[in-house]
């Protein structure tokens, strides 16, 4: 029956599950079923162009992945949360140095100026997705815990979450960068730090971000392309442009799945950083409001959970990885629509890539778990006054109390006697009880059903 558990759909202990951890669980699958269906679309014309074969090349490709991160979803649900911190930090370390080696010469891939991939043979990860969970974990852990540590503790966390972002940043990836930045600050907030110290955070990551953009030569650009994009529409505002087409393209209904124009050759990245044009173009207004409105009940649920979770770093948890599922796919949007810069931040089980697929998988199923350790977590007190018809301590059975002490539940000392109530309206029998009866005293005068008479 174990082996059901890594089936999704045959797993036969959801039943059991919170109302929140069920609702989790659906949406999630409901969130990975679209995301393949726009793939497939979205990735439709690149298989004929460039891979030549028509047979749905990324869409394959992507199904793997899927598989192999629903592993890691149903791994994550089942594995106590406990178990989790302990084997987290360990992890996290080994991918840190992976984002580090993405810098090494003939280890690290570079692909469209980036390095931000490790070849495994034929299969290319990329360690700064893969971390995103692990830092979710990592940093619940630590700020749940920050009244409790030392300064010299508080400093190397500190210095080894600037490495991340630092390392994140030299691949060079501005976009991954801000959104382990804000994640980062976000839980930190959550955790109740002083403001002092985020406000110091908060300007120290504008200040970084904003000498990244003043070196990068291509960062300033993009700068400049969001704010008049038709400026340069040949060049840096091309895919700005062509996602704004594509996107206003839809109207009200939309063009119809797989009928998208933007997607023959004129939307860059239309599989990847630009999925939701081709989305939004094909499924129009209306079915970008549905996808909003499911972004929304998935976030309210989440911070429901959230709110009603009892211990301090799984609530810490689920604060992280809500904002790594909602706050990528709102910058995705962002992107997408010419609210923010043009950055390459793939959209949540929606873009191509086996890394993100797995990172955002891993991070729903922290999430189902949390929503499942929750409310076992919660402590209800004795002396708590519970509604008339509900008991306000479990059921004990005859063998929890001991009959002959006077309190129950209380053992009684070896050798001690046992202490009887005797009625004091009882007197003793004058003589001896014979073996075998009851021992219980006998009084020798009835009473009198009128109550006792008086003297005259």
């Known amino acids: 029956m174990k082996l059901l558990r890594f089936i999704p759909i045959l797993d036969p202990s959801v039943r059991s599950w919170a109302i929140e951890a069920r609702l989790l669980r659906w949406l999630t699958f409901l969130w990975l079923f679209l995301g393949l269906a726009v793939l497939f679309s979205a990735s439709y014309y690149t298989d004929v162009v460039e891979v030549e074969s028509g047979s749905g090349f990324y869409f394959q490709r992507q199904l ?6 629903l592993v890691g979803f149903q791994a994550l649900v089942y594995t106590p949360l406990r178990r989790l911190l302990k ?25 469209n100026g980036a390095a931000r991939w490790i070849a495994l043979g034929p299969v290319l990860i990329q ?41 994140i940043l030299v691949q060079p ?22 403001y002092v110290y985020l406000g110091g955070a908060a300007m120290g990551g504008f200040l970084l971000a904003l000498l990244s953009v003043s070196i990068k030569q291509y960062q300033r650009r993009r700068v400049m392309s969001f704010l008049n994009p038709w400026a340069d529409s040949m ?17 009200i209904w939309g063009s119809g799945f797989g009928l998208s124009q933007q997607k023959l050759g004129y939307l860059p990245f239309q ?28 976030g309210v649920i989440a911070l429901r959970v959230a709110l009603r979770t009892q211990v301090a770093e799984y609530r810490l948890i689920a604060i992280g990885a809500m904002i790594l599922m909602l706050g990528q796919s709102l910058l995705h949007i962002g992107v997408a629509t010419g609210s923010l810069p043009t950055t390459g931040l793939p959209f949540p089980l929606f873009s191509a890539g086996g890394s993100s697929m797995i990172a955002s998988l891993l991070a729903a199923g922290l999430l189902v778990r949390v929503a499942r350790e929750g409310y076992e977590a919660e402590v209800i007190p ?37 202490r009887r109530l005797v009625p004091q309206d009882r007197k003793k029998p004058a003589g001896k009880v014979s073996a075998g009866r009851s021992r219980l005293p006998v009084t020798t005068k009835r009473p009198s059903p009128q109550g006792p008479r008086k003297r005259r």
Do not use: H
């Open 64 to 69: 793997i992945w899927a598989g192999i991160g």
């Open 87 to 111: 084997i987290c930090t360990p992890l996290f370390l080994i991918l840190l140095a992976l984002v580090f080696a993405t810098r090494i010469p003939g280890l690290g891939v570079q692909i």
């Open 127 to 167: 360690p700064s997705e893969l971390i995103k969970p692990l830092l979710v974990i990592q940093s619940a852990q630590f700020f749940s815990q920050w009244q409790c540590l030392s300064w010299k503790l508080r400093a190397t966390w500190l210095i080894i979450f600037g490495a991340v972002l630092l390392g």
């Open 173 to 194: 990836n501005l976009s991954t960068t801000a959104l382990c930045g804000i994640t980062l600050w976000l839980v930190a907030l959550a955790a109740g730090l002083p």
């Open 235 to 251: 060049g840096d505002g091309y895919q700005l442009i062509q996602s704004l087409l594509a996107t206003g393209s839809g109207g």
């Open 271 to 298: 599989n990847t950083d630009f999925i939701f044009a081709v989305f939004a173009e094909e499924f129009g207004l209306v079915g970008s409001f549905l996808l909003l409105l499911l972004l929304t009940v998935y």
């Open 382 to 418: 004795l002396n708590q006054t519970m509604p008339q018809g509900k008991m306000a301590i479990p059921k004990q059975t005859v063998s929890d109390f001991n009959l002959n002490s006077e309190r129950p539940g209380r053992a009684k000392p070896r050798g001690a006697k046992s």
